[in-house]
């Protein structure tokens, strides 16, 4: 037996091993964990778009002394309310992603997909085994038990790779949430507060100063937002779109490098 033969043996039987493992017991969990951070992310991102749509169509009017000052709080939030729609979109997308790649790794996980895997394997292995086949038939099955196998690695591959690289970033993305949470609620109580009636002129201009310090409050809060929002937008482009897409752009280069 050749040395050459000993590694493509050896190469067969790594491939063998491999379809007889589970990939949805490993990986799925993973998947999992990533769809519901980003369903969770998206919640707050809805959440925090709502409250900006109330207050983009408030107009708070301040009058001390007859003097009539307006207050436009849709001004301040335009800019991050247009990334809030962006990052949004994005997150759907995310949330496809995630899908269609439970959806393979379903199938790639499927009992006939994994026998009929080990079933071709083995008869590689025979066929490699064998003196009479010639050396171009041997190299094409072993061509297609690796590309095959790669193929059924690449979900759960992306799968790791993304969820550890979310597990690095956890602290930064941690801090732009909470940084989009205090937003939303400053915006939330920017609305309670506008809609509070005035019992005296007294009370409506006391009402009023507060509203324009919490707006105050709320321009500062906004412009941490739009960067806490830019944030999150790279990371799930990053993680959810750019990482799968250099895997895809990988498995359709791989095929025709392989020499054997």
């Not at 800019?79 to 992603?97: F, G, H, M």
């Not at 960067?227 to 791989?254: D, R």
Request: aromatic share 4%.
């Amino acid at each position: 037996m050749t040395t050459k033969l000993k590694l493509y043996l050896a190469l067969l039987a790594g491939c063998l091993l491999i379809a007889l493992i589970p990939m949805q017991a490993n990986v799925g969990d993973q998947l999992t964990s990533m769809l519901k951070l980003t369903l969770t992310v998206y919640a707050l991102a809805r959440g925090l778009n709502a409250v900006i749509s109330v207050a983009q169509g408030t107009e708070m009017s301040i009058e001390p002394m007859g003097v009539g000052v307006t207050l436009t709080p849709g001004e301040i939030l335009d800019p991050l309310n247009d990334l809030i729609e962006q990052v949004s979109t994005v997150l759907l997308l995310a949330s496809a992603s995630l899908g269609v790649q439970n959806i393979l790794l379903s199938l790639g996980d499927h009992v006939a997909i994994r026998i009929g895997l080990a079933f071709l394997i083995v008869v590689t292995i025979v066929v490699c085994a064998l003196r009479g086949i010639t050396v171009s038939t041997k190299h094409s099955l072993i061509k297609i038990v690796v590309i095959l196998t790669l193929l059924r690695l690449v979900v759960p591959v992306v799968a790791v790779v993304s969820h550890q690289m979310q597990d690095w970033l956890t602290v930064e993305r941690q801090q732009a949430l909470h940084t989009l949470q205090s937003t939303r609620d400053d915006v939330d109580t920017l609305n309670a507060r506008s809609n509070e009636p005035d019992r005296s002129w007294f009370d409506g201009l006391k009402n009023r100063l507060d509203i324009q310090a919490k707006l105050n409050d709320v321009k500062q809060q906004a412009e941490q937002g739009v960067e806490a929002v830019i944030y999150l937008l790279a990371e799930f482009v990053l993680i959810m779109v750019l990482v799968p897409l250099l895997f895809i752009y990988l498995m359709l280069k791989l095929p025709a490098r392989i020499r054997l």
